[in-house]
């Protein structure tokens, strides 16, 4: 469609990949009287307040705008906590070297990993199209003196990997340990392949843990000749935050999906996707066999999500205003109180926010303000946009 269209769902892509996204709160507590429609107990409100959720507070429209600002400046807090982390510092300023976009430790990265294909016999990976941790079991440190890696014991149920964190480092300490690796044999575009049902590895750098990886509970699928994952649980944590991830088959052709991030204090955020297929032949999905899809974005206290039949806008080449703002039906919330619509306006090339007294803005006044202060944050790495 539009540029600003366009730019609107770029935006939104942007603000999930720097996982600025928030999980949700338990919608169901224990106590039974949260839901009869009476105040009783230690309500404060019908079926709020006490040991029931908060109730819904009522906002003007300068203290939505204010709240809006406040989450996209909570979301530049927290990308700024990361940059300024050990991580970043460990990852992206010593190891890679990162300026401008580029990498400018490339030749002693190649050193660093040049030999190491040989010495953990990458050729038996190949051969096999598998990876097996008991076979490639044991522990691997860099010897800097001669630039080549040498195997120093042969630990049956784990691969342990020792190196430098930069070229100026003299010692190994970095220690990158899989501890844990299964596979399954399963079908995919008719050929058979070896692919990951658990996983764990964590990485320290002077015995800091600085990453650590767990997969596990992957179900593939069994009905077709593509069989790929249609259930898992993932947890990624990269100091400070921890990411967790997991897809649900509810039936046949019905999945869950969420993203939620947090660092334990003040960054939350998440993403959710209800997505319902025309059917369950995986090999040949597109955009066709998307028969409902419903999205929810939260940002902290602020949720954008779409609660109409997203399925039937994407079947649509080139929906008219009507068809995408009916289909797509956008609210803003926070904390969980409906504060406005968002609605594409197809003449001026716009998104507009309306406000609950049918006040007007351009949603970008938000966006862009917010894609320029963090491209400002993250230029050392990426350089400009």
Not at 2 to 9: A, D, L, Q
Not at 39 to 64: F, K, R, S, W, Y
Not at 136 to 154: D, E, F, L, R
Not at 249 to 277: H, K, W, Y
Request: some cysteine; glycine content about 4%.
């Amino acid at each position: 469609m539009v540029n600003h269209f366009k730019f609107f769902f770029l935006s939104i892509s942007i603000l999930c990949g720097v996982l600025f996204i928030s999980s949700c709160g338990d919608d169901d507590p224990d106590n039974a009287m949260c839901s009869d429609g009476v105040m009783n107990g230690t309500e404060t409100g019908i079926d709020c307040g006490g040991d029931c959720p908060l109730c819904p507070v009522e906002t003007t429209v300068a203290e939505d705008i204010e709240n809006i600002k406040s989450s996209f400046n909570q979301m530049l807090s927290c990308v700024d906590d990361f940059k300024n982390s050990t991580t970043t510092d460990v990852m992206f300023r010593k190891f890679l070297k990162m300026s401008d976009g580029e990498v400018l430790n490339e030749n002693w990265l190649e050193d660093l990993t040049d030999e190491l294909d040989e010495v953990i016999d990458g050729e038996h990976i190949d051969d096999n199209s598998r990876i097996d941790l008991s076979y490639h079991s044991g522990t691997y440190q860099y010897v800097q003196t001669s630039k080549s890696w040498q195997k120093i014991n042969n630990v049956t149920d784990e691969v342990v990997f020792r190196f430098p964190s930069d070229e100026t480092q003299n010692t190994n300490n970095v220690e990158l340990r899989i501890d844990k690796y299964e596979d399954q044999q399963v079908l995919i575009d008719g050929e058979r392949l070896f692919l990951p049902t658990e996983i764990h590895v964590i990485m320290t750098v002077d015995s800091q843990k600085l990453m650590e990886f767990n997969l596990d509970n992957i179900e593939y699928a069994s009905n077709s000749n593509f069989e790929i994952p249609v259930s898992l649980n993932a947890n990624l944590f990269i100091a400070p935050m921890d990411i967790a991830m997991s897809v649900s088959r509810v039936s046949a052709t019905e999945f869950s999906a969420s993203i939620i991030a947090n660092d334990g204090q003040s960054c939350n955020m998440g993403i959710e996707i209800d997505i319902e297929l025309s059917d369950d032949d995986f090999e040949n999905i597109n955009e066709d066999s998307v028969e409902k899809a419903h999205v929810k974005i939260n940002a902290g206290a602020l949720t954008v999500q779409s609660i109409a039949d997203l399925g039937s806008l994407i079947a649509i080449d080139d929906p008219t205003e009507n068809q995408f703002n009916s289909l797509l039906d956008l609210d803003v919330l926070f904390n969980g109180i409906k504060i406005a619509d968002l609605e594409y306006d197809e003449d001026n090339e716009v998104m507009n926010i309306y406000y609950k007294d049918l006040t007007v803005e351009d949603s970008f006044n938000y966006v862009e303000s917010f894609l320029g202060d963090l491209e400002e944050m993250v230029k050392e790495f990426t350089g400009s946009w």
